[in-house]
T-cell receptor
Framework: DQQVKQNSPSLSVQEGRISILNCDYTNSMFDYFLWYKKYPAEGPTFLISISSIKDKNEDGRFTVFLNKSAKHLSLHIVPSQPGDSAVYFCAASAWSEKLVFGKGTKLTVNP | DAGVIQSPRHEVTEMGQEVTLRCKPISGHNSLFWYRQTMMRGLELLIYFNNNVPIDDSGMPEDRFSAKMPNASFSTLKIQPSEPRDSAVYFC????????????FGDGTRLSIL
């Protein structure tokens, strides 16, 4: 039973446009959410996080939105750059250090 | 600053052999995590430690897997005996202790069991 779902295995966008990556979760106890970026042959790199007491967190070109009623979060990248091409993982935890990961979305940003 | 360091980066061995994966966490981080990534199951937590003490090993697949953390700067994940279905990428991560702390990952060990 997958508690964190990333339903789009891949996404392709043009350089300069917005990339929107989506993530749904089923466990209402999740209180902390993170996004990681992963390049081939490297480990996941922490990008941005959000606590359940907030609905938005912004860091430069990256913004994460949390909709608790819909159990949905999204990552917006504006503007998208070719270097953003990677696999993006959504993760969540429920009042603990244990993270549950989605299966990832492969983002391709075309020049 | 050095990140999480894992060794070896690649390991190819025959079924039945013992495999030992190694991890050095970021200095000052008190929590250490071992993950396994496969195509079928994605990234799964195997076990994690706080202050060198195993806290949750519910993700360890079976008794063939064991993990130790003898001190704050070193951990091992051992598989004995290894089987082809253990082939995966194994990641180690570390963080400051407490919930709401991002975990920082090493570059993983790609394990192939023939």
């Amino acid at each position: 039973d997958q508690q964190v779902k990333q339903n789009s295995p891949s996404l392709s966008v043009q350089e300069g446009r917005i990339s929107i990556l989506n993530c749904d979760y089923t466990n209402s106890m999740f209180d902390y959410f993170l996004w990681y970026k992963k390049y081939p042959a490297e480990g996941p790199t922490f990008l941005i996080s959000i606590s359940s007491i907030k609905d938005k967190n912004e860091d430069g070109r990256f913004t994460v939105f949390l909709n608790k009623s819909a159990k949905h979060l999204s990552l917006h990248i504006v503007p998208s750059q070719p270097g953003d091409s990677a696999v993006y993982f959504c993760a969540a935890s429920a009042w603990s250090e244990k993270l549950v990961f989605g299966k990832g979305t492969k983002l391709t940003v075309n020049p | 600053d050095a990140g999480v360091i894992q060794s070896p980066r690649h390991e190819v061995t025959e079924m039945g052999q013992e495999v030992t994966l190694r991890c050095k966490p970021i200095s000052g981080h008190n929590s250490l995590f071992w993950y396994r990534q496969t195509m079928m199951r994605g990234l799964e937590l195997l076990i994690y430690f706080n202050n060198n003490v195993p806290i949750d090993d519910s993700g360890m697949p079976e008794d063939r897997f064991s993990a130790k953390m003898p001190n704050a700067s070193f951990s091992t994940l051992k598989i004995q005996p290894s089987e082809p279905r253990d082939s995966a990428v194994y990641f180690c991560a570390s963080s400051l202790t407490g919930s709401n702390q991002p975990q920082h990952f090493g570059d993983g060990t790609r394990l192939s069991i023939l």
